[in-house]
């Protein structure tokens, strides 16, 4: 059975950078699409990124030039890396996984992945 644990948060300063991962077990990342979500307090979850098995990644604006998702395969590991970060970037981050061979990855809803981790906390903050 698939499952994913995500790390790497924290509290960090405005400005600051965080790096967190998403180990995945029970099968390998080579036939998935991967995306990052996010959770404010009272807010619903929202798309932040999104990779493909060919390497394809789609960013939602509020993110674009500041964050980057990448995978190791041979770690069988999804990463956000995110640099600049605002206090606006504070939320509870989820990967998720979906069963997918296209070149391009959807960032529409988190209906569109069936498998998630826990989350990790990341809190922005002077």
């Known amino acids: 059975q698939l499952q994913l644990v995500e790390s790497g948060g924290g509290l960090v300063q405005p400005g600051g950078s965080l790096r967190l991962s998403c180990a995945a077990s029970?099968?390998?990342?080579?036939?998935?699409?991967i995306a990052w979500f996010r959770q404010a307090p009272g807010k619903e979850r929202e798309a932040v990124a999104c990779?493909?098995?060919?390497?394809?990644?789609n960013y939602v604006d509020s993110v674009q030039g500041r964050f980057i998702v990448s995978r190791d395969s041979a770690k069988n590991t999804v990463y956000l890396q995110m640099n600049s970060l605002k206090e606006e970037d504070t939320a509870v981050y989820y990967c998720?996984?979906?069963?997918?061979?296209?070149?391009?990855?959807?960032?529409?809803?988190?209906?569109?992945?069936?498998?998630w981790g826990q989350g990790t906390q990341v809190t922005v903050s002077s």
């Open positions: 029970g099968s390998t990342l080579d036939y998935y699409a």
């Open positions: 998720g996984l979906k069963y997918w061979g296209e070149r391009w990855c959807p960032l529409t809803s988190p209906s569109d992945y069936a498998y």
């Open positions: 990779n493909t098995i060919s390497d394809n990644s």
